[in-house]
Structures are given as structure tokens and as C-alpha cells.
Nanobody
Framework: QVTLVESGGGLVQPGGSLRLSCAPSGSIFSFFAMAWYRQAPGKQRELVATITRDGSKNYADFVKGRFTISRDNAKNTMLLQMDSLKSEDTAVYLC???????????WGQGTQVTVSS
């Protein structure tokens, strides 16, 4: 059973920064790609950023230039550095991984990010 555990959420003022982490139960290289999604109350889940096994990255337009997705291979974690946060970034952020062998999508439980003064 593959598990993904997010951490790093919290309350931050507009313009502030947070760094989210996602730790899988297995190797991060057992995923074809990993991603961050977010879901705000009453809204659909939306893709924030992706990183493939070979390190290619993609971002949603609404976070380009503000968020950075990366991997820490030594710590076997995926990271999301979020800078210049806005109130509209408030959401539950979820870690996703697509299994390299089985092609299945695995999800974490999510971590709450609240941007408010």
C-alpha cells in the first residue's frame, strides 16, 4: 500500500511564504510523476504543479513565478515552495503520485494552507 504524507501547511499573511513537503512510503523514483493539487471550499480540485521522474516541471498559470516544485532526493521528499502568497491561494493542498509500475494515482490526505491577514 502506497501512502503519501503532506506537511508544512499553516496560516500565513498575504505576501508570505510556506514550504510544503510530501513524503511517500516508497521511493520518490517509483512514481512516473508527482504533483501538487489544491482544493478550495466549494471549488473543484485543480492542478498546481507537476514534476516528472526525469525532473521536468510544469506549473499552472496562476502560480507561475511564485511557486517552485522540486525534489529532495536525499530526504526522499517532494517539495512545493510557495512565495508571494495571496488570499486566493487558500486551499487544502494535496500530494499526488502516479505509480511507475501500475499507473495508479495515489493521494495524500492534504494539508491546509490559509492566507489571511
Amino acid at each position: 500500500q502506497v501512502t503519501l504524507v503532506e506537511s508544512g501547511g499553516g496560516l500565513v499573511q498575504p505576501g508570505g511564504s510556506l514550504r510544503l513537503s510530501c513524503a511517500p512510503s516508497g521511493s520518490i523514483f517509483s512514481f512516473f510523476a508527482m504533483a501538487w493539487y489544491r482544493q478550495a471550499p466549494g471549488k473543484q480540485r485543480e492542478l498546481v504543479a507537476t514534476i516528472t521522474r526525469d525532473g521536468s516541471k510544469n506549473y499552472a498559470d496562476f502560480v507561475k513565478g511564485r511557486f517552485t516544485i522540486s525534489r529532495d532526493n536525499a530526504k526522499n521528499t517532494m517539495l512545493l515552495q510557495m512565495d508571494s502568497l495571496k488570499s486566493e491561494d487558500t486551499a487544502v493542498y494535496l500530494c499526488n503520485g502516479r505509480g511507475l509500475q501500475d499507473g495508479l494515482d495515489y493521494w495524500g490526505q492534504g494539508t491546509q494552507v490559509t492566507v489571511s491577514s
